[in-house]
């Protein structure tokens, strides 16, 4: 058995779960009604996005521009960073923010949509790109869950026992190439 419940820590090993290094992310996106005939080439990252992600980190001014940080400001505290997608029918999805809790400590995060995250990323968004509209059509949170000291939580508790998740924000790029490998792995 396979158990990949990602940020679902009550009901299967909830002890294993209180006692490992899983965080989980709540994260805040927004979606703007459509654009009409105005098009986004691409996907859109900005400065907030560069110091948010690991991966920019080998860039020469990474430190430098980290070292610029508010330690106290909003889009620290919220981890909000502006992304710019453009949908099939013409919106503009807008995100993103993240507030982080223990895995014992899930639920402090809630069900509920921050208004002021949302208003701050739209305020910022607005400063980058003059869409036509930044009326808002959708409002909606997501959760997944992530390991603090490294990249995937992986347990045993038996021989026929497997459990897998915490891949955090790298789910649609690295689950498929990391499942075949687990799944080559368990049963070679």
């Known amino acids: 058995m ?3 419940g990602g940020h679902e820590f009550k009901t ?3 002890t294993v779960f209180n006692e490992s290094d899983l965080e989980v ?3 805040q996106m927004l979606q703007t009604k459509p654009q009409g005939i105005y098009s986004l080439q691409g996907n859109i990252l900005t400065g907030l996005s560069i110091r948010r992600y690991e991966s920019f980190s080998e860039c020469p001014s990474f430190q430098k521009i980290k070292a610029l940080e508010d330690p106290n400001s909003f889009e620290k505290k919220y981890g909000v960073h502006i992304l710019f997608k453009q949908a099939l029918d013409g919106s503009v999805i807008l995100g ?3 507030e982080y809790a223990d895995a014992r400590n899930a639920d402090d995060l809630g069900y509920d949509l921050n208004m002021e995250i949302d208003e ?3 305020h910022e968004a607005k400063k980058i790109i003059d869409l036509p509209t930044y009326e808002i059509q959708r409002r909606w949170f997501g959760i997944y869950s992530q390991c603090k000291t490294k990249d995937i939580f992986e347990y045993s508790p038996s021989a026929n026992i497997h459990i897998v998740t915490g891949i955090g924000g790298k789910g649609m790029t690295g689950s498929g190439g990391f499942s075949k490998f687990n799944i080559e792995k368990i049963y070679a």
């Open 120 to 122: 701050f990323m739209i």
């Open 2 to 4: 396979i158990i990949c």
């Open 25 to 27: 992310s709540k994260l």
């Open 12 to 14: 299967l090993y909830p």
């Open 96 to 98: 993103d923010s993240h």
